[in-house]
């Protein structure tokens, strides 16, 4: 199947003003380019339960900081274009920075608030706001009746949540399990940073929340000997620095004082000049939970 290529909001809008005069009920699965398994389950999913796909592939400047990667995130048309089409995609819309953002409105930005200073949001500050910006965007420019959003970034699927609530967006919001490699590691366009050494030594996220899951069938279940055990696990490998790991509750994101309920375990670790971030979500028994019931469109305040 072919997809159709669109850089502009006002051919967006035209198009999908046909598609929801037959209508035919559309999603929209946001993405960053550099597509692989990980996007491909999300369109995927979203072919299965609407009639017509767009991805949007939008390096968004406003959620990189200023020493971040924005100037060499990986960019390859061809390959997205190939992705997308065998996932099921109709329309991708890879709109320029300038139609984002067009004269200054780069000044109006959601605030989304505590759950942005949290888990990632600390050593990022402002990341969320640009994330939860230009969603907003991308969800008035396409009008779906679902987004898809993967696991692996669990704490912007929950900001996102929030948002949709706060604003009665008429959206629903589609929550993907993480895919993985077969060793593990979470499909993610940073992996490509990876070299030899450094991709197995990646693996070790994987292998550390598969460890918090022994210690909890072992019966432990005092979150700080827990997140104590993971980061010494971790330390273990010199090429790894924690940047964090914490156990928290998956509504708020709050760290847990105890575990009497499901939680999620959530980790940043920087392997050389890559920043890999990993989670899953656990009952008090060590059972991996599924995405799907810890997103419900509830507002949090
Ligand atoms: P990105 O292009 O990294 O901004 O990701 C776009 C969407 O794909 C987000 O909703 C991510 O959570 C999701 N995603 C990225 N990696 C994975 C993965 N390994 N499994 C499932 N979803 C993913």
Known sequence: ???????????????LQQVHAQGASIALVPTMGALHGGHQALIRHAAMENDFVVVSDFVNPTQFG??????????????????????????????????IYPTLSTTFQVDVGRLGTLLCGASRPGHFNGVATVVLKLLEIVQPERVYFGQKDFQQARIIEQMIAAFFLPVQMVVCPTVREVDGLALSSR????????RVAATALYRSLLQLQSLLIAGERDPRQLSRHIETFLGEDERLRVEYVALVDPFTLEEVQQITAPFLCAMAVHIGNTRLIDNMLFSPHGEILPPDRFFQGTDLQ
């Open 66 to 99: 200023p020493n971040e990667d924005f100037a060499r995130y990986p960019r390859d048309l061809q390959h997205d274009q190939q992705r997308a089409a065998e996932a099921g995609a109709h329309l991708l819309f890879l709109p320029s920075v300038e139609e």
């Open 191 to 198: 992996n490509r940073y990876l070299n030899g050494e450094e």
């Open 1 to 15: 199947m072919s997809v159709v290529l669109l850089s502009t909001v006002s051919e967006v809008r035209n198009r």
